[in-house]
């Protein structure tokens, strides 16, 4: 039996009859049509999948739907904001984060959990920070550069990594943010 879910996803609340089995990585790219979000794997290994779920880094093959219910979510698709691409994108175009792209959505939204916890971290931090997230292609060193070009980037900017759109963790959860966030 079909189950009723309100998510709000980069700031835009969604309501949908789900399966209690439909994944939540196929909720995002199949019914909201967001495939910046991959599937990289079957045996969540890869963080292809990965978004910010009530501003925590989450494996959305590993969550269903109905989990998402009244939860918020920031996928790739809302890291840009009016026309402005968010530091971590810049950072990551700068200093050739990707090469295929295939793993970058997951990687900048795991950075963004780094930066939002550690602002100036050091490269066995970030390397630690992305231990979740592979990549094929690159051999991670420029994604290396590019979280911590992202991290002066923002504190230039004088603005927290995670966007207002994200949501916010639990109190329990732990984590600093900056002074603002980005729009
Ligand atoms: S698709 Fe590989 S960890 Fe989710
Ligand atoms: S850039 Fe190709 S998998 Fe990372």
Known sequence: MERTITVTVNGVTHRHE???RLLLVHYLREVLGLTGTHIGCDTTNCG???ILFNGRTAKSCNLLAVQANGATILTVEGLAQDGRLHPIQEAFW??????????????MLSALQILDRTPTPTDEEIRHGLDGNLCRCTGYQHIVNSVRSAGRRLKDAGVGAIPEAAGSPPVSAGGKGGAMRWP
């Open 48 to 50: 292809a999948c990965t």
């Open 18 to 20: 789900v399966e209690p």
């Open 94 to 107: 700068e200093e050739h984060g990707l090469q295929c792209g295939f793993c970058t959505p997951g990687m």
